[in-house]
């Protein structure tokens, strides 16, 4: 009874259990490899848990979806209409984001179509080029170390503000402004770039204590941030 059950989802599937298990393990080892050069990577503030673990889930579906479908185009047109009832919400904060997300439906369905070797050559060099893309910063025009955002009354001069900053930052852009209701105040946001031998809280500091600002607040945005 065993094994003709065995034999008959073998004949569905055409695969073997042996093959299913085999696929399943390569694409699950490679859904972490890509999860991981993610997580090791990524720049900004958008990180997502969710997101890392959806990497690897989205390779192991692929790989089942890949072994269903099989050679059967009457399945694939199946799974397509049973699939389009999902809706997607969550946005996409990050571009290269995407790009994770197709490396895991390729690696996927190499792996549920038994390519292994393609699917470990796709994932080397996929997280190969990351990782090397991410080490020498390449497409960065300037490295952003933090963010500072404050409220600062009009009442005051800005020259105290501004030259506080350019005491500790070797290059700091003005982001956003954003009066108040009353328009007494502004919230100020900058992107800077620390000097040499001066630590945050020494931005913090100086900010805090030039008469007008208020509420400073100093966040860590390594390359990308969203504010």
């Known amino acids: 009874m065993e094994n003709e059950l065995l034999q008959s989802a073998g004949n569905f599937l055409a695969y073997t259990p042996q093959e299913m298990v085999m696929n399943l393990v390569v694409s699950t080892a490679l859904g972490f490899v890509i999860s991981e050069v ?16 959806t990497i690897v889930f989205m390779t192991i579906i692929v790989t089942i979806v890949m072994m269903v479908i099989g050679s059967s185009l009457a399945r694939a047109f199946a799974l397509v209409g049973a699939l389009s009832i999902i809706r997607f919400r969550t946005v996409v904060k990050d571009t290269k984001d995407i790009s994770f ?31 090397l893309l991410d080490q020498f910063n390449y497409g960065a025009i300037h490295k952003s170390d ?39 105040t502004t919230m100020m946001t900058f992107d800077i770039s620390l000097r040499e031998g001066y630590e945050p809280e020494d931005l913090a500091s100086q900010v805090g204590n030039v008469e007008g600002a208020s509420e400073v607040v100093l966040i860590a945005s390594k390359s990308d941030v969203d504010y």
Do not use: W
């Open 38 to 53: 993610y997580k090791r990577t990524h720049k900004g503030l958008s990180y997502s848990q969710s997101f890392t673990q």
């Open 146 to 184: 933090f963010i500072l955002r404050f409220r600062f009354d009009k009442k005051f001069a800005t020259d105290a503000y501004l030259a506080a900053i350019e005491k500790a930052s070797r290059q700091s852009d003005l982001l956003h402004l954003e009066p108040s209701g009353d328009g007494e």
């Open 101 to 131: 997300i197709f490396a895991a439906l390729a690696m996927g369905m190499a792996a549920g179509t038994s390519n292994y070797i393609l699917a470990i050559l796709g994932a080397f060099f996929v997280c190969s080029l990351t990782i």
